[in-house]
């Protein structure tokens, strides 16, 4: 073969190559998702933006204090509608506007006041403590000896932490499910309980002395009574508690990933948080969990009220 035909033969498979290349992109860019993929970036882009404005400073009250945007309920929205993409990506905005088709609601793609209120309907509707004390009074507490004692190591400053038996034990199943996946550090006090059964009257003498007994802090009918509540120890914001209502406090924790692993994992061992505050945790047992799924949208936002 001479030179000039070598030449030729050379730069001809060399564009074929690059065809070839180009059309394999052209392809894999084409590609329809396949079931259960979400490709973030398909969707309302105009929607996506207004989202991203909003969610720091949307004025919000799902749970009767002014809030400004809804950054905190991030992950419990994302969770709750099945998507994993940020929540200012288009296909956030996109698989929103169908789950709001779904309910009801005007299918916009856009996180506001009456999404989150239905929302808050479901997360509420997790919580068997919620329609119980709303129907059926203040649940009556149960006798201390029949609760468990969480061990030293599973307690947040050498607290005494009593739980139901089986709430305890499910406690650990998470625990070491989180451990395992890195997510707490060996000699850690993360995910230590701070607060477990508290009776009622021990809850009574401290709302009637700090002058809150019907608050979002301090109620006078709360879920720690049943033994079935525990708040746990994400962390806390450089200058406040672990347990600090404080927004910047609650931003904080709602971002950091062992949250976030707990809303995406944690009703697998029948726990349900109270999403005002990501530290609370209850456990209602994953049949509940399945029972509430099944409510019909009435039922969901009657409890949201």
Same mark, same amino acid.
């Given at each position: 073969?001479?030179?000039?035909?070598? $030449?030729?033969?050379?730069?001809?498979?060399?564009?074929?190559?690059?065809?070839?290349?180009?059309?394999? #992109?052209?392809? @894999?860019?084409?590609?329809?998702?396949?079931?259960?993929? @979400?490709?973030?970036?398909?969707?309302?882009?105009?929607?996506?933006? %207004?989202?991203?404005?909003?969610?720091?400073?949307?004025?919000?009250?799902?749970?009767?204090?002014?809030?400004?945007?809804?950054?905190?309920?991030?992950?419990?929205?994302?969770?709750?509608?099945?998507?994993?993409?940020? &929540?200012?990506?288009?296909?956030?905005?996109?698989?929103? #506007?169908?789950?709001?088709?779904?309910?009801?609601?005007?299918?916009?793609?856009?996180?506001?006041?009456? @999404?989150?209120?239905?929302?808050?309907?479901?997360?509420?509707?997790?919580?068997?403590?919620?329609?119980?004390?709303?129907?059926?009074?203040?649940?009556?507490?149960?006798?201390?000896?029949?609760?468990? %004692?969480?061990?030293?190591?599973?307690?947040?400053?050498?607290? @005494?932490?009593?739980?139901?038996?089986?709430?305890? =034990?499910?406690?650990?199943?998470?625990?070491?499910?989180?451990?395992?996946?890195?997510?707490?550090?060996?000699?850690?006090?993360?995910?230590?309980?701070?607060?477990?059964?508290?009776?009622?009257?021990? $809850?009574?003498?401290?709302?009637?002395?700090?002058?809150?007994?019907?608050?979002? *802090?301090?109620?006078?009918?709360?879920?720690?009574?049943?033994? /079935?509540?525990?708040? &746990?120890?994400?962390?806390?914001?450089?200058? /406040?508690?672990?347990?600090?209502?404080? $927004?910047?406090?609650?931003?904080?924790?709602?971002?950091?990933?062992?949250?976030?692993?707990?809303?995406?994992?944690?009703?697998?061992?029948?726990?349900?948080?109270?999403?005002?505050?990501?530290?609370?945790?209850?456990? *209602?047992? *994953?049949?509940?969990? %399945?029972?509430?799924?099944?409510?019909?949208? =009435?039922?969901? &936002?009657? &409890?949201? %009220?």
């Amino acid at each position: 073969m001479n030179k000039c035909r070598f $030449d030729l033969w050379f730069h001809l498979r060399l564009a074929a190559g690059i065809a070839a290349l180009i059309f394999c #992109a052209l392809l @894999t860019l084409a590609r329809p998702a396949s079931a259960g993929e @979400t490709p973030c970036f398909a969707g309302p882009r105009d929607v996506a933006a %207004r989202n991203q404005a909003a969610l720091h400073t949307l004025p919000v009250a799902p749970f009767g204090r002014q809030e400004a945007g809804w950054a905190i309920y991030a992950p419990l929205i994302g969770n709750e509608i099945g998507v994993g993409c940020s &929540v200012d990506t288009p296909g956030f905005a996109r698989v929103l #506007a169908a789950w709001q088709g779904k309910h009801g609601l005007v299918a916009s793609g856009a996180v506001d006041a009456q @999404t989150l209120l239905l929302l808050k309907g479901l997360w509420q509707a997790k919580r068997p403590f919620i329609l119980n004390s709303r129907h059926g009074g203040c649940p009556a507490a149960p006798a201390e000896r029949a609760l468990a %004692r969480a061990a030293a190591s599973e307690s947040y400053g050498g607290k @005494t932490i009593l739980l139901q038996p089986q709430a305890l =034990a499910a406690y650990r199943q998470m625990a070491a499910a989180a451990r395992g996946e890195g997510l707490i550090p060996s000699n850690s006090s993360l995910f230590t309980i701070f607060s477990g059964f508290r009776s009622p009257a021990y $809850d009574g003498a401290r709302c009637a002395r700090q002058h809150n007994c019907q608050g979002l *802090v301090r109620a006078s009918c709360s879920a720690h009574r049943t033994g /079935f509540a525990m708040d &746990v120890n994400l962390g806390a914001a450089p200058g /406040f508690t672990p347990d600090s209502s404080a $927004d910047t406090n609650r931003l904080y924790l709602a971002q950091t990933p062992l949250y976030r692993w707990l809303v995406a994992n944690a009703a697998r061992f029948g726990f349900a948080n109270y999403a005002f505050e990501p530290w609370h945790w209850e456990y *209602v047992g *994953v049949s509940s969990l %399945r029972a509430a799924a099944g409510l019909s949208l =009435a039922q969901r &936002v009657a &409890v949201s %009220r």
